[in-house]
């Protein structure tokens, strides 16, 4: 059964900085999804990528996806306080319809 | 348009008490999912359904019912609560007629809390 991780659990960052978050998944996985959570709040889908390869981009954030290597990446550009929230990625595995979400990101942009 | 709609937004049971929380999206969606959310672990998947009259069990169903008698509601039962079940749950739709869930769209989360 799929299995997705993300790391790290916790990010602090400054304001103007680049980081990655990083999203493994255990068996093959035809889409990955990224969403947002602020405080308190429900979950809002920010990427959805399909394919191999497949790049998405929105204001300072960047993902990808690498089925070989059963990795997606989250690249935040320049981060701003805005960004602070918890990033979710979720996969959905062959032909199963379960989307399996990772245990989150919780990223802090401090001024 | 309301979306994902979820009631009640919070809710305290004693142990051994049941409930139902309800989900109701007006995007003709046929795909629906409950997950609950507790800190450091995630969402993890109750139940899902592709459709009217289809269910299916999720990461975790252990204590939880579901029905799908329409394409717009999808109730998750508690028979007997237990304090293992506090949790914040949300409910989810997606457009999807392929078999995959499908980019989700959730609701605001019920928080459940069970003495």
């Known amino acids: 059964e799929l299995k997705v991780e993300q790391n790290p659990l916790f990010l602090s960052m400054q304001e103007g900085k680049n980081y990655t978050i990083y999203c493994n998944y255990s068996?093959?996985?035809?889409?990955l999804y990224w969403y947002r959570q602020d405080p308190g709040k429900s979950l809002e889908s920010l990427f959805v990528?399909?394919?191999?390869?497949a790049v998405k981009q929105e204001g300072r954030l960047m993902a990808s996806l690498d089925t070989k290597a059963r990795l997606s990446t989250l690249h935040i550009t320049a981060a701003v306080h805005d960004l602070s929230a918890t990033y979710f990625c979720?996969?959905?595995?062959?032909?199963?319809?379960?989307?399996?979400f990772g245990t989150g990101t919780l990223l802090a942009v401090q001024p | 348009n309301a979306g994902v709609t979820q009631t009640p937004k919070f809710q305290v049971l004693k142990t051994g008490q049941s409930m139902t929380l309800q989900c109701a999206q007006d995007?003709?969606?046929?795909?629906m999912s409950w997950y609950r959310q507790d800190p450091g672990m995630g969402l993890r998947l109750i139940h899902y359904?592709?459709?009217?009259?289809?269910?299916d069990q999720g990461e975790v169903p252990n204590g939880y019912n579901v029905s799908r008698s329409t394409t717009e509601d999808f109730p998750l039962r508690l028979l007997s609560a237990a304090p293992s079940q506090t949790s914040v749950y949300f409910c989810?739709?997606?457009?999807?007629?392929?078999?995959?869930?499908?980019?989700?769209?959730f609701g605001e989360g019920s928080r459940l809390t069970v003495l």
């Open positions: 989810a739709s997606s457009y999807s007629r392929t078999g995959h869930a499908g980019e989700l769209f």
């Open positions: 068996t093959t996985s035809d889409r």
């Open positions: 990528l399909l394919s191999n390869g």
């Open positions: 979720a996969g959905s595995g062959g032909a199963t319809n379960k989307l399996i």
């Open positions: 995007m003709n969606h046929e795909y």
């Open positions: 359904s592709v459709g009217a009259g289809i269910t």
